[in-house]
């Protein structure tokens, strides 16, 4: 057993989810020109009033989009971002939530999730993709939003990269988080489409119920990608590695005493079934 503060015990109460997004954006240049690129007749908007740092423009009559003017945070994460692409450095990725203002406050939000893969030379859209309700959110907030460019060699010359969406709830008795990945390929290069080859797949969750002092209940897991030396129609095997783990906090005197209660580790290889990398049931994120 372990003698932790009562602040520690509380796991995920509070968590600091700053994104390393806002510096990929300065690298990326100014977001202006890029999103004019791709949305015309772009309009400019008055800020929010619940965030009066960004600069909203209207996209179409039921959506508009913001951008940061310091970039994203974990109060602040509905705002454009933006990465250079370290596989290629002549593309940026480019991830832009469209807001439905007629939902738009600070317990819930509509909202699609374009991901774009642009020129950086002349910010020209090469390819693009639209994440239905990807950003929308209520009781589980959206916090962050981080582009994934490890090394997804799905194919021969084809790199994938990856999206990440993390929601948090604001309950101190029951906190929960959850990171869940999209996986995007470009299976014919500059010429073709942008494929989604995996979707709503969660790569972290943490999640407990406690009295608020010290004693309860804290689960966590996490979950690593690694390309496999197999292949599947034409596509390299994924092997996830899941890591769970369950921690019981008891008061002891003037001590919060944790006990690790299970801790298990688990591996699965994905094989791409001619669509997509199919995740497992209980990886798959759930609806809402």
Not at 9 to 24: G, I, M, N
Not at 158 to 179: D, K, L, M, Y
């Amino acid at each position: 057993m372990t003698a932790v503060r009562p602040l520690i015990c509380a796991l995920a109460a509070t968590l600091a989810l700053a994104s390393p997004s806002a510096f990929a954006a300065a690298d990326c240049g100014p977001l202006l020109p890029i999103v004019q690129a791709t949305y015309a007749g772009l309009s400019p908007l008055p800020s929010p009033a619940d965030h009066p740092e960004n600069d909203r423009y209207r996209v179409s009559d039921n959506r508009v989009l913001d951008i940061a003017r310091d970039g994203p945070d974990s109060y602040n994460a509905h705002v454009v971002t933006c990465k250079p692409w370290p596989a290629r450095d002549d593309l940026l990725l480019v991830v832009v939530p469209l807001l439905d203002p007629s939902v738009d406050s600070d317990v819930e939000h509509k909202a699609d999730l374009d991901v774009l893969v642009v020129d950086a030379a002349t910010s020209e859209r090469r390819q693009f993709y639209r994440l239905a309700d990807a950003a929308s959110d209520d009781a589980m907030m959206l916090r962050d939003i981080t582009i994934d460019t490890a090394r997804y060699n799905v194919s021969q010359n084809n790199r994938a990269f990856g999206v990440r969406v993390t929601r948090e709830n604001n309950s101190r008795a029951n906190p929960a988080s959850e990171t869940t990945l999209y996986l995007f390929d470009r299976p014919r290069g500059d010429t073709g489409p942008l494929r989604l080859v995996m979707s709503d797949l969660v790569v972290n969750a943490e999640y407990g119920e406690w009295d608020t002092n010290c004693a309860g209940e804290f689960h966590s897991m996490s979950v690593t990608l690694s390309m496999a030396p197999t292949a599947t129609r034409g596509m390299q095997d994924i092997v996830l590695r899941s890591e769970s783990e369950t921690n019981v906090n008891k008061p002891k005197g003037q001590d919060c005493m944790t006990r690790t209660q299970k801790h298990r580790t688990e591996t699965e290889t994905l094989q791409f079934d001619g669509k997509q990398y199919p995740v497992p049931v209980q990886l798959h994120r759930l609806a809402g």
